[in-house]
Structures are given as C-alpha cells and as structure tokens.
Nanobody
Framework: QLVESGGGSVQAGESRKLPCKLSEDITDRYCVAWFRQVPGKERIRVAI??????IKYGEAVKGRVSLLAENGETVNPKMEKLRPEDTDTYYC??????????????????WGEGSAVTVSA
C-alpha cells in the first residue's frame, strides 16, 4: 500500500527526496509519516503530515526537512544539508484515524518496505 523511493548514496551537505506513494488519495488517510531506523534500534520520527495540513518534525531534522504533496497519492519529503549521521533506512507509514497519528510507530498499521540512504562525509 505504501511505496518509498529515493534511497541511495549522497555526499554530506547534499539534498535528497524520499517520495512515498500511497494506494489511495492522501486525504483518505488521517496522516502520513516518515521514520528512520538503524538496524537493532527503535524507529525515530522524521516528520508526520496530518490531514489538516499541519506537520510535526523530529528534533534531529527540524529545519532540514520539507514536505510537498506531489499529487493526490504521493507525498515527497525532501531532506537538505544531509549529514553522515542521517545514514539510515527511511520508512513511510500512514494512519486512518487521529489517535493513531501521534508519531508512535506501533500505532501505525500501514508501512512501506523502507528506502536506505547513505551519507558520506
């Protein structure tokens, strides 16, 4: 239901888009969210887009991430000024109702398979 793309290798300081394509219109979901994860560690919120247009960003990326709805089914987060510590697998997730959209990974039932980003110094 969710398909991420945009992973790959970049140099520090560069930007990268990580589009997430849903199987339905974005407005059918209460939220679309991005998380990052290093194997063996918990998933950390990057950003969450709520249906009303509000966006909440994770502290580590605040000021370096922007979200753009490309069309009715795709949201395209763009990460800027990438750092080596941003090397992670990035996951897209979506929720249907408000209480599931507080940024807690276990509350979200729909997930993509992830897109790996490697940032070289």
């Amino acid at each position: 239901q969710l398909v991420e793309s945009g992973g790959g290798s970049v140099q520090a300081g560069e930007s990268r888009k990580l589009p997430c394509k849903l199987s339905e219109d974005i407005t059918d979901r209460y939220c679309v969210a991005w998380f990052r994860q290093v194997p063996g560690k918990e998933r950390i919120r990057v950003a969450i887009l709520i249906r009303d247009g509000s966006i909440k960003y994770g502290e580590a990326v605040k000021g370096r991430v922007s979200l753009l709805a490309e069309n009715g089914e795709t949201v395209n987060p763009k990460m800027e000024k990438l750092r080596p510590e941003d090397t992670d697998t990035y996951y897209c997730a979506a929720g249907w109702i408000a209480w599931r959209c507080k940024g807690i990974p276990s509350d979200l039932g729909s997930w993509g398979e992830g897109s790996a980003v490697t940032v070289s110094a």
